[in-house]
């Protein structure tokens, strides 16, 4: 099977596929490794001292979490009965809101109101994987899902290793390190949206999000 079921027009190229989503997976795990990388560096530029910078650091990490794990097998369950394509836009958006809200917070609150954002972000892992099983042809699925699974890994390496070269080397704020991620997503969001085509499973599932949802889980 060389193509899948985009929803109009001529099928998606599955190597194509595979390198837009294998981007937009390294582009989120590099920002989302800055965010933790440098968190400690950012409570202590708000004026947060060492011992409850510290603290603040494993109370924090955690919000990352705190919207998105019940609301990941909506996304899941949106992208299958509406559009996959949309669902996976929609988390690079959300991702440049994200880093954007975390150049501008000032205070930990507001550090922890955008990680909190982040629940939104989540959900895309999934949705794509899901697409490119419906056109990667069954002998390479392996070698293309491999090739998707490693993008992650690299953007989380080259994350913090940009952002010290951003500081030390450029001597950048922290601010410029999360605007550049942001501007990172923006451009992914716009590839996702020109580059991609839609994906529709064989089957729609139909009933209820909520119904469909709690039965995958």
């Given amino acids: ?27 989120e795990g590099l920002g989302v490794s800055q965010i933790f990388a440098f968190m400690l560096l950012r409570l202590r530029s708000m004026g947060v001292s060492g011992h409850e910078a510290s603290t603040l650091v494993g109370l924090l990490s955690p919000l990352v979490f705190v919207l998105g794990l019940p609301i990941v097998p909506l996304w899941g369950v949106w992208a299958d009965k509406h559009s996959r394509k949309v669902v996976i836009v929609r988390s690079a958006v959300v991702e440049a809101v994200v880093f954007g ?6 205070t930990p609150l507001e550090l922890a109101g955008a990680l909190l954002l982040v629940g939104f972000q989540l959900g895309n892992t999934g949705v794509m994987i899901a697409a490119l099983r419906d056109v990667v042809p069954p002998h390479r699925l392996g070698t293309a899902v491999s090739v998707f699974g490693a993008s992650s890994s690299v953007g989380f390496a080259i994350g913090p290793l940009l952002g010290a070269l951003m500081v030390r080397v450029l001597h950048t704020s922290l601010d410029a390190v999360y605007w550049t991620s942001a501007a990172l997503s923006v451009g992914v969001a716009l590839m996702l949206s020109f580059g991609s085509r839609e994906v529709r499973p064989e089957v729609v599932p139909e009933g209820r999000a909520w119904d469909l949802a709690l039965r995958a889980v």
């Fill in 1 to 27: 099977m060389a193509g899948g079921r985009p929803g109009a027009g001529a099928p998606q190229s599955w190597r194509v596929l595979l390198a837009l989503y294998s981007i937009t997976s390294l582009i």
């Fill in 101 to 106: 809200a975390v150049a501008l917070s000032r």
